[in-house]
């Protein structure tokens, strides 16, 4: 059984920082890409960053320059640095593993198993 969960969520003020983390267990593929997506209240679900099993990353433009994906493979753990954050960062904060471990494409319709999500809040 697969098993994702995300975590690190909470309350920040503009311009903090956060870090998310998630864990993947029970994954049955050696080389895999691992991304996060948020969803924001009323709105879609959308790719924030993705990280392949060679370390190559992608970001989606909004959090370019601000947030940092990276991976512990001895932990099967995946983080999520965020910095200068905004109030438009509010929402919650998927993390999703993926067999295509070659795309760096931030297409929710390519990612298939999901954890729970964290919530990320941002006050001004």
């Known amino acids: 059984q697969v098993l994702v969960e995300e975590s690190g969520g909470g309350l920040v003020q503009a311009g903090g920082s956060l870090r998310l983390s998630c864990t993947v267990s029970?994954?049955?593929?050696?080389?895999?890409?691992m991304a996060w997506f948020r969803q924001a209240v009323g709105k879609e679900r959308e790719g924030v960053a993705v990280i392949l099993s060679d370390g190559t990353t992608n970001y989606a433009e909004f959090v370019k320059g601000r947030f940092t994906i990276s991976k512990d493979n001895a932990k099967n753990t995946l983080y999520l640095q965020m910095n200068s954050l905004k109030p438009e960062d509010t929402a919650k904060y998927f993390c999703?593993?993926?067999?295509?471990?070659?795309?760096?494409?931030?297409?929710?319709?390519?990612?298939?198993?999901w954890g729970l999500g964290t919530h990320v809040a941002v006050f001004s």
């Open positions: 999703a593993p993926d067999p295509k471990s070659w795309s760096l494409r931030l297409d929710e319709n390519e990612f298939s198993t």
């Open positions: 029970g994954y049955p593929y050696r080389q895999y890409r």
